[in-house]
């Protein structure tokens, strides 16, 4: 057996699968359900020890696997071979009933570090269905609960909505097999690669956006524009580091030819897991309009997008998008778009360039 590739598919393979249970504790009216199956040419007692045992989940769960298997037991594992149980890295599943060779119901008690969903998992179980259908034949049905109607609960049914076909089908490729490991999982490798990436992101984002935002703390920004009809537009922006010491909270003045008056406050934070996560922004300007929207990352380097649906107190709604263009330490250009009902640009304004001062 190729020792090599063994370690490469069990730790591979834990990723979409130790973390499909979770706790119980979302209302009944605003949960859904993740339901998905897989058909298996093995006998049920097969894929069941796979479950089961250590032995059994050290073939295809997790290199490293610590089981207490009873109702209230554990099934803690981690897929850093070189790693401990118990360390940052540890998922730590806990056996809710079970019924032998025909269901075990798990949670998630303990998420490794980074887990981007780590709140939102909390509102989830899984309920795991072992039907025979013959001698060497089998279903495993699987249904996620739990799941709520918020963006970070979304997010993470279609990650797992993925993960899970995933991982049914590693599972169907061992159990068929024979529990023999020792075969190529090259592509499989890839592929779950590809799923965690697109976890990861948007944690990565936030960090990224959260520290090009910073960059702006200090100074003033300034922009001054005279037109050839004699007018002058000067604008005026300083940003401080909030309590959190991870908040921002940004003042701005306009002067409109009658000298420098308050404009806006914005305050820029971190969203909480159970409103998506990410960078979140709370905007209120002279007139009183209110804006509260997100701050991400732009396709090109070092740019920062604002999402802004302003409504001021009217009423009325009117949706922008602000694009930040940093160029250097001590400078950014701002470029402002108005957005139709359908999201379309409806009208563009030139490019505003700020270059900070003392």
């Not at 779950?192 to 984002?205: M, Y």
């Not at 990224?208 to 009809?229: A, F």
């Not at 003045?253 to 979140?280: C, F, N």
Request: hydrophobic residues 35%; charged residues 25%.
């Amino acid at each position: 057996m190729n020792a090599t590739r063994t370690c490469t598919f069990k730790t591979r393979l834990t990723v979409a699968t130790c973390l499909l249970a979770c706790t119980l504790g979302a209302s009944a009216q605003d949960m859904r359900t993740l339901k998905q199956s897989i058909e298996i040419d093995a006998p049920v007692q097969l894929v069941w020890e796979l479950f089961s045992t250590e032995e059994g989940l050290k073939q295809w769960m997790a290199p490293l696997v610590e089981l207490d298997f009873r109702v209230g037991g554990t099934i803690k594992s981690s897929y850093q071979a070189d790693g401990t149980i118990g360390d940052e890295n540890t998922i730590t599943n806990t056996i809710l009933v079970y019924d032998p060779g025909l269901m075990l119901a798990l949670k998630a008690t303990g998420a490794p570090q980074g887990f981007p969903y780590a709140d939102a998992i909390k509102d989830t179980w899984s309920v795991f269905h072992f039907e025979p259908l013959g001698e060497n034949r089998m279903r495993l049905r699987l249904h996620g609960h739990g799941y709520r109607d918020n963006p970070d609960s979304v997010a993470m049914y279609k990650f797992f909505e993925r993960g899970n076909e995933w991982a049914l089908q590693q599972l169907k490729e061992l159990a068929e097999a024979g529990n023999d490991t020792d075969r190529n999982t090259d592509q499989a490798d890839a592929e779950l690669d590809e799923i965690l990436d697109e976890a990861r992101g948007s944690a990565v984002q936030s960090d990224t956006t959260l520290e090009l935002l910073h960059t702006l703390i200090g100074g003033s920004w300034r922009h001054d524009m005279h037109s050839t009809d004699g007018s002058t537009f000067r604008v005026r922006n300083e940003i401080l580091l909030g309590p959190d010491r991870h908040s921002l909270i940004m003042h701005g003045w306009q002067d409109r030819g009658e000298g420098m008056k308050p404009h806006a406050v914005t305050t820029a934070y971190r969203l909480p897991t159970s409103e998506g996560g990410g960078i979140g922004f709370l905007c209120v300007d002279e007139t009183g309009s209110l804006t509260r929207g997100r701050i991400t990352l732009g396709h090109e380097e070092s740019t920062l997008i604002w999402d802004w649906p302003a409504i001021t107190l009217a009423g009325e709604t009117q949706h922008y998008r602000i694009e930040m263009r940093l160029d250097g330490d001590d400078h950014y250009v701002m470029n402002m778009s108005k957005l139709d009902a359908d999201g379309a640009v409806a009208k563009r304004w030139p490019s505003i360039p700020f270059t900070r001062g003392k």
